[in-house]
Structures are given as C-alpha cells and as structure tokens.
T-cell receptor
Framework: NAGVMQNPRHLVRRRGQEARLRCSPM?????VYWYRQLPEEGLKFMVY????????ESGMPKERFSAEFPKEGPSILRIQQVVRGDSAAYFC??????????????FGSGTQLSVL | DQQVKQNSPSLSVQEGRISILNCDYT??????FLWYKKYPAEGPTFLIS?????DKNEDGRFTVFLNKSAKHLSLHIVPSQPGDSAVYFC????????????FGKGMKLTVNP
C-alpha cells in the first residue's frame, strides 16, 4: 500500500498519559500535515512539516502538543498529559516536494484517540 | 469563528437525480477552494477544486461553481449514484499562506437507489 499510513488506527489513553501518533507519508512525499477533527466538526489544521523542519505550527495548541518529522522514520504527533478534550480523529496528509498545490494533499485513514 | 460554512448537515437524493451541496465562506482572502469526500473510517479524498479566477470547473459528473461576490460555492453531482453516499467537506485556502486548508463541518449525502 503506497498511501499515507497512520498508526495506530485507534488509541485509548487515560487522562494524564502520553499519546504518540505516527504517520508515514506516501513514497516520495516530503511534506506532512496534521489535522484534527473533533466530533461534529470539520478538520482543523494543526501543523505543516518538512523533513527536520516545522514550517507552520499555527494550529497547534500552545501546550502539551508537539510534532516532528525526522530525517529518517515517520512523522510523530505527540500529546503529553492528555485530557478528555483531546479525544478526536487525527489525520495526517502528505504532498510531494515539487508541488504544494492543495489538491495534492493525500490523507491517511486517521487515528481515533479516545481519552478515558 | 467559522470561516467556511456548510449550513446543511445532510442531504438525501434519489439515484439519477442531481445533488447540490452548498458552501459559504467569510474570508475574502481565500482564493482556492476544494471539495473532499470522506467515507466512514477513511481519510478525506480530494474530489475537485476551483481557483478564484474561475467561476466553474467540471470533472465528469462533478461540477463546482464559485460566486465570489456572494462568497458562495456549490458542488453539483449529476447523475447521483449510491456510491456517492459519503460526507462531503468544503475547504478553502488563502494566497500567501502555508498549505493549511480551512474546512467546513461537512455534509452527509445519501443517494437512495
């Protein structure tokens, strides 16, 4: 499967624990985006990364949330000390390096985070 | 503050008829608009887009219309098919910004056989 791969598909955490969400972009893609979808809401932009660089993190909550896209390996969205309000579907998308036209965003199937 | 609005949460149409999905936006800086389709337990899939320099874009059964003065766009699907049943999201982006998209809340389309 050459698509955007996200794991795990479902993640259950208790309040105060850490959540780590992983995203492997499509082969050849070097741009990664994270979006969050709260219940009954649209997707909301969180962060845009290229390899080893955060390009735009204007949608990230100021505390507890961080993202990285290392030179090797998947992109990681990390949520520390989770609270119930963090329960949502987290989608990763990727695009190729030479064109960032928005239609070239390819989304993964998402990680559903549930905080107990 | 919702910059992209899809005011109808759901729409039901008969197979073969036209489906019209509407979207309004408030940010006049938006210059590129997209429609995504989403099935349960899957990520959004790009469907069709339109630049603000155009007022219509067509791709097979799908046509998007843009009315900039009204800050309104619509997606027409004709003829509608049962496989079109999904949640449709309208999204927009602004010139000079990063690649972040602003999404509406989505509309659930049901096409009945």
């Amino acid at each position: 499967n050459a698509g955007v791969m996200q794991n795990p598909r479902h993640l259950v955490r208790r309040r105060g624990q850490e959540a780590r969400l992983r995203c492997s972009p499509m082969k050849g893609h070097s741009h990664v985006y994270w979006y969050r979808q709260l219940p009954e809401e649209g997707l909301k932009f969180m962060v845009y990364l290229q390899k080893e660089n955060i390009i735009d993190e204007s949608g990230m909550p100021k505390e507890r949330f961080s993202a990285e896209f290392p030179k090797e390996g998947p992109s990681i969205l990390r949520i520390q000390q989770v609270v119930r309000g963090d329960s949502a579907a987290y989608f990763c998308a990727s695009s190729p390096p030479q064109g960032t036209a928005n239609e070239k965003l390819f989304f993964g199937s998402g990680t559903q985070l549930s905080v107990l | 503050d919702q910059q992209v609005k899809q005011n109808s949460p759901s729409l039901s149409v008969q197979e073969g008829r036209i489906s019209i999905l509407n979207c309004d936006y408030t940010n006049s800086m938006f210059d590129y608009f997209l429609w995504y389709k989403k099935y349960p337990a899957e990520g959004p899939t790009f469907l069709i887009s339109i630049s603000s320099i155009k007022d219509k874009n067509e791709d097979g059964r799908f046509t998007v219309f843009l009315n900039k003065s009204a800050k309104h766009l619509s997606l027409h699907i004709v003829p509608s098919q049962p496989g079109d049943s999904a949640v449709y999201f309208c999204a927009a982006s602004a010139q000079g910004g990063s690649e972040k998209l602003v999404f509406g809340k989505g509309m659930k389309l049901t096409v009945n056989p």
